[in-house]
């Protein structure tokens, strides 16, 4: 397929220095190994807060990367985690002394790669504490699976826990609270058409003109099932039933309603599915009482979304409202 | 034949050199159960081995592929990397210092390599992994070292061979662990890649020492 690129093995280096010339107010871009950081980084006394993952699913991470949230971003090659050359100098860098927080969606490369750079960095006697985000529903058998993937709940743990670091919270506090938004958000995904990996250069896999894939994943891979294509309302119900049976949702319950496009579908359509979430929510007795859609965590140009709910508190919410001031989400400042 | 640092350099030029010629179809297996990155990963990172081997000029066999481990394991990225780094790092500390590497010796790295990659990926035989690959081909090493004497090119084709049917005796199963672990029954059919790239290591081995 067409791809806006000069040469499949230079996409993540070029946009990433793309990426630092249009937002060198916000962050600094590192080459050799590559790893992006807030600006001010190390922020003094404050717990650094670093993430990263396979390029592809932009604007997460580096998009995340400024005040209020992440202190480092490490971008690996396309759909393949970043290495420990990469997280440890990045860890390094947002070290102000209180310590640092990984957060790490939970895919087997990203984990193993993130937990030994984080015995490195102990080695090198930094305190680090790994967050791992697990929020797609669609997985449902935790035993012959690689366990529950990091989708799109990562970026409300990154908000949330970005705003505990920066009002000041220590080292155990920021990862408590990213730990309590991982066990009270739950996501599904939907994808109407595959994405091709630059370098791969065809699909990632076959979906039929159609067919939609029901519990898909961020990185092309296939989800939980496939079915003909439906409207939007009916694939709304597909994808939120199954994340409020999970997360048990009751009647006064307040949540945060996140519908994340995939990259491929415009936000008019991302809106439709929202209304009808919506609509489920408030007869299900619930409070949406904040929202966000939009493409943040992204599949390259798959055609899809994602939603996401997230059960809040007054604390919870009150640290989603704290200013964020990132590339690609900026409010309060 | 003795297998030195001669014959470890030639391995892992051949290795990148099958990687290569590869790369296309280990990005298929992967793009069938998986995120179609594997091929395209292996391929940088042997490439990258290449590079650091001209430019260390290691004197043992251990040395060699320590060194490989450590450029594995900061250029492959996603799980091969982590695994293959770990694979090669413990076979390098079996091997030590030795000049040369006896029979016994090399089952002994075989089986260094699978234990060290058991640890770090948590995935047992049958669930569709390289292990699958990794555990035919220690066991095969082993019984060829205590049957076959000295010599060694003996025990490397046994090995290599027991990884080629390691890696085809994965198309039937289902994948328990890794990102193809998510596609359940829809796993089985396709070949793991890992399972294929171990086989490709293991056989440029025999080709070294030919």
């Not at chain 1, 640290?319 to 001031?325: C, G, T």
């Not at chain 2, 014959?7 to 290795?15: D, G, M, N, Y």
């Not at chain 2, 640890?119 to 990794?134: F, I, Q, S, Y």
Request: proline share 5%; charged share 20%.
């Amino acid at each position: 397929m067409k791809k806006l690129i000069n040469d499949p093995r230079s996409v993540v280096e070029e946009s990433v220095q793309g990426f630092g010339l249009a937002h060198a107010g916000l962050v600094t871009v590192s080459t050799d190994p590559t790893f992006i950081t807030r600006k001010e980084a190390p922020v003094n006394r404050k717990v650094g807060l670093v993430s990263g993952g396979g390029s592809g699913h932009e604007p997460l991470h580096a998009g995340f990367v400024g005040q209020g949230m992440l202190d480092a971003a490490v971008p690996g090659a396309v759909f393949t985690s970043p290495t420990p050359d990469q997280i440890l100098p990045a860890t390094l860098a947002v070290n102000s002394g209180a310590g640092v927080v990984h957060i790490v969606k939970n895919y087997t490369g990203d984990v193993l790669n993130f937990e030994t750079a984080a015995e490195l960095a102990e080695a090198e006697g930094v305190s680090v504490r790994t967050v791992l985000v697990n929020d797609d529903v669609a997985v449902e058998d935790s035993l012959y699976t690689a366990g529950r993937r990091g989708v799109g709940g990562t970026l409300l743990v990154e908000k949330i826990a970005g705003a505990a670091a920066e009002r000041g919270d220590d080292l155990e506090s920021v990862a408590g609270i990213g730990e309590r938004v991982n066990a009270n958000v739950g996501t599904m995904g939907v994808a109407l058409s595959a994405c091709t990996v630059p370098h791969a250069g065809s699909p990632s896999f076959d979906l039929g003109e159609d067919e939609i894939e029901i519990g898909i994943g961020i990185h092309g891979e296939p989800g939980r099932h496939r079915i003909p294509m439906e409207n939007a309302d009916g694939i709304t119900e597909r994808l939120l039933e199954p994340v409020l049976g999970d997360l048990k949702v009751q009647p006064g319950d307040k949540v945060l309603l996140f519908v994340n496009g995939m990259g491929g579908t415009p936000l008019s359509e991302l809106y439709i599915v929202y209304r009808r979430a919506a609509q489920i929510l408030a007869d299900r007795g619930a409070v949406v009482e904040r929202s966000l859609v939009g493409n943040y965590i992204t599949a390259l140009e798959m055609q899809g979304c994602s939603i996401s709910v997230l059960r809040l508190d007054d604390e919870l919410t009150e640290l989603w409202d704290a200013p964020v001031h990132t590339a690609a989400l900026r409010w309060g400042v | 034949m003795v297998l030195d640092v001669v014959w470890a350099v030639k391995w892992l030029t051949l290795c990148a050199q099958a990687m290569a010629e590869h790369r296309v179809e280990l990005i298929e297996l992967d793009r069938a159960i998986g995120d179609s990155d594997h091929g395209e990963n292996m391929d940088r990172g042997f490439q990258a081995v290449l590079d650091k081997l001209a430019e260390a000029a290691p004197e043992t066999p251990g040395a060699a592929l320590k060194l490989t481990a450590m450029t594995l394991m900061s250029k492959v990225g996603g799980a091969a990397g982590p695994l293959y780094g770990t694979a090669f790092l413990r076979a390098a500390a079996a091997l030590g210092d030795s000049a040369e590497i006896e029979p016994a010796a090399w089952a002994g790295a075989l089986a260094a390599a699978r234990d060290g990659i058991v640890a770090r990926g948590k995935a047992e035989p049958g669930d569709k992994t390289m292990v699958d690959a990794w555990t035919p081909a220690a066991e095969a090493a082993r019984a060829a070292a205590e049957n076959g004497g000295p010599d060694v090119l003996t025990v490397l084709v046994a090995a290599a061979e027991a990884a080629e049917a390691g890696a085809v005796a994965t198309d039937p199963l289902m994948a328990r662990k890794g990102r193809a672990s998510y596609l359940g029954e829809r796993s089985i059919g396709h070949r793991d890649p890992g399972a294929a790239s171990t086989a490709l290591i293991l056989r440029a081995a025999v080709g070294a020492a030919a």
